[in-house]
């Protein structure tokens, strides 16, 4: 890989880039959501705040068929399960999960976004699932926001009550998802080998200005809410500085057109067509381009304890329009252009 920057034409491979934090959502759109994915990544993490949510063994094994059934015949695409952490579960459920081959269970926060209003309210409430889990060696990912405190301080907000449970909880491997401020990235950096944490393209690329300096950007709309320069700079820095703990999750969270650009617009930012193309160009800007292969495809792998992706992704610099709506909904970057294109596979 050329770090210094490329010619219009140029290419370059990257390994086959994980996904650790995806909504494929359900019903109609979902096939074409899952066949955007496999266009971009050789494995995803998909989230679990479902209708019903997945909590057992059936709900796991027929969403991961209804994932895998949308693909196109021959793709090597490979779909990460996860399992809803509800009050009232308990170690047996937890085991059932484990055995229908989750590599995860997500606690959100009781209200802290879309479909969480049957979450936990504490750790505490849920302690007999966090001991099986670690117990099973599987990872806790978090939605680190504390829904009663002010949108902007959610995550830092959320933060204590993290730092006491890693205290409880030693050996379990938590990643603390889509992170959005500087507080937290400092948690993190400063936690344990146990502690890793997912960082978004849109988190990485938007501040507060793109999305309501001028006219409202809904579809920049997400939880947790994009912050400002200083709290992107600092995900930016500790992407740059190649620190094995943090890792790729788009959070790619499409919500229909329609549903987006109407009031009380649920929050969700559809990046899965243009998260690589648009990062690439960011770290390219950045005369950063030699810390993707880590970041994208081997830093979350390892946390993870799976076997690195294989097959490799050719991205050309190739400008391109990114259309104003893509699968029924309106991608991040609509409407702009974009230096870098995939090669399709
Ligand atoms: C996600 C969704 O729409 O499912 N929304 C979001 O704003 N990121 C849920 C989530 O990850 O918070
Ligand atoms: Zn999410």
């Known amino acids: 890989m050329n770090t210094v920057g490329y010619l219009e034409g140029e290419s370059f491979e990257l390994p086959m880039p994980d996904d650790f934090h995806v909504h494929f959502r359900q019903g109609g759109a979902m096939a074409s959501y899952v066949q955007r994915h496999a266009a971009s990544f050789g494995r995803a993490m998909a989230m679990p705040n479902t209708l019903p949510p997945l909590i057992d063994g059936p709900s796991i094994e027929s969403y991961r068929s209804e994932i895998l059934a949308a693909l196109p015949r021959g793709s090597g695409f490979q779909a990460l399960m996860t399992f809803k952490i509800l009050p009232g579960m308990d170690k047996k459920a937890v085991q059932a999960c484990a055995a229908a081959g989750v590599v995860a269970g997500k606690y959100y926060p009781s209200g802290a976004t879309t479909h969480a209003g049957d979450g936990p309210r504490s750790f505490r409430q849920v302690e007999e699932v966090l001991e099986a889990m670690e117990a099973l060696d599987l990872v806790l990912s978090i939605h680190g926001e504390a829904p009663?405190?002010?949108?902007?301080?959610?995550?830092?907000?959320?933060?204590?009550?993290?730092?006491?449970?890693?205290?409880?909880?030693?050996?379990?491997?938590?990643?603390?998802?889509?992170?959005?401020?500087?507080?937290?990235?400092?948690?993190?950096?400063?936690?344990?080998?146990?502690?890793?944490?997912?960082?978004?393209?849109?988190?990485?690329?938007?501040?507060?200005?793109?999305?309501?300096?001028?006219?409202?950007?809904?579809?920049?709309?997400?939880?947790?809410?994009?912050?400002?320069?200083?709290?992107?700079?600092?995900?930016?820095?500790?992407?740059?500085?190649?620190?094995?703990?943090?890792?790729?999750?788009?959070?790619?969270?499409p919500h229909e057109r329609a549903v987006k650009e109407k009031a009380k617009a649920p929050g969700g930012v559809y990046s899965a067509p243009t998260a690589l193309p648009a990062l690439v160009s960011l770290f390219e800007k950045e005369g950063r381009l030699d810390v993707l292969p880590g970041f994208l495809s081997a830093f979350g792998a390892d946390f993870y304890r799976l076997p690195r992706t294989s097959g490799r992704l050719r991205l050309v610099k190739k400008a391109w329009e990114v259309p104003q709506e893509m699968d029924g909904v309106v991608p991040m970057c609509a409407n702009t252009r974009i230096l870098w294109s995939l090669e399709p596979q």
């Open 148 to 253: 009663q405190a002010s949108t902007f301080d959610r995550e830092k907000a959320f933060l204590p009550s993290l730092e006491s449970l890693i205290l409880r909880h030693p050996r379990l491997r938590i990643v603390l998802e889509h992170l959005s401020s500087a507080e937290a990235v400092s948690f993190v950096a400063g936690g344990p080998e146990t502690l890793g944490a997912t960082i978004t393209a849109h988190h990485l690329l938007f501040t507060l200005d793109d999305m309501m300096g001028g006219n409202l950007d809904p579809h920049l709309f997400c939880k947790p809410v994009i912050k400002t320069e200083k709290d992107r700079r600092a995900l930016l820095d500790v992407v740059f500085s190649g620190s094995r703990k943090f890792f790729f999750g788009s959070d790619s969270a």
